[in-house]
């Protein structure tokens, strides 16, 4: 089993839709988890971070399920600029391993 | 501000050849990575290091040597290229504090090998 596991996609979304996706991770001593977007061909950057009481961040919202070892996003109010793909990242237990997921694609269409 | 930098942007090789992709960053981050990229898949982690002086393997560590030369820089090495490290390597360096997760990546380095 892969230590972060996303649903590939795409996910096409309508514009103006809700779309939310998650993200599994194996390992229960994990400790911290993130959120990242990449564009095509680009470097993947920071979105947010997901906090244990979840968080959001304008039309971004990320929760975490730690008894279910998952995290979840959601985009409200989706933009066509929000088509890229979205990457789970998580810190592991010990030391400074960040282990990424193998992306979700999300495809926004007017 | 140069941020993470890493050279060369693009390498052609030849199977058996070998190279050094070279990361630099200017931001004083302790700990720096490599990952590579395949098409259509996510990042998957070679090497890291903590801090000056220590490295660790990551998922795919197999054909690849790092060195981590000072705070700066970072450097991995591919003694004998295979076909199946064409891929897009990243470099990153890591914000300091216990729960951070902000990487700031290099623009990638396109590797193919014939």
């Known amino acids: 089993r892969k230590e972060v596991e996303q649903d590939p996609g795409p996910f096409n979304v309508p514009e103006g839709a809700t779309v939310a996706f998650n993200c599994t991770y194996s390992?229960?001593?994990?400790?911290?988890f993130f959120w990242y977007r990449q564009d095509c061909r680009k470097e993947p950057k920071l979105l947010m971070s997901?906090?244990?009481s979840g968080n959001e961040d304008g039309r971004f919202t990320a929760q975490l399920n730690r008894a279910s070892q998952y995290i979840s996003l959601l985009i409200r109010d989706s933009k066509l600029s929000d088509s890229a793909t979205y990457l789970c990242?998580?810190?592991?237990?010990?030391?400074?391993?960040?282990?990424f997921g193998g992306g979700t694609r999300v495809l926004v269409k007017p | 501000n140069a941020g993470v930098t890493q050279t060369p942007k693009f390498q052609v090789l030849k199977t058996g050849q070998s190279m050094t992709l070279q990361c630099a960053q200017d931001?004083?981050?302790?700990?720096m990575y490599w990952y590579r990229q395949d098409p259509g898949m996510g990042l998957r982690l070679i090497y890291y290091?903590?801090?000056?002086?220590?490295?660790d393997k990551g998922e795919v560590p197999n054909g690849y040597n790092v060195s981590r030369l000072n705070k700066r820089e970072f450097s991995l090495r591919l003694e004998s290229a295979a076909p199946s490290q064409t891929s897009v390597y990243f470099c990153?360096?890591?914000?300091?504090?216990?729960?951070?997760?902000?990487?700031?990546f290099g623009e990638g380095s396109r590797l193919t090998v014939l």
């Open positions: 390992n229960s001593a994990s400790q911290s």
């Open positions: 990242v998580v810190r592991g237990a010990a030391g400074n391993k960040l282990t």
């Open positions: 290091s903590a801090s000056e002086g220590t490295t």
């Open positions: 990153a360096s890591l914000v300091g504090g216990t729960n951070t997760g902000e990487l700031f």
């Open positions: 931001m004083n981050h302790n700990s």
């Open positions: 997901v906090y244990s």
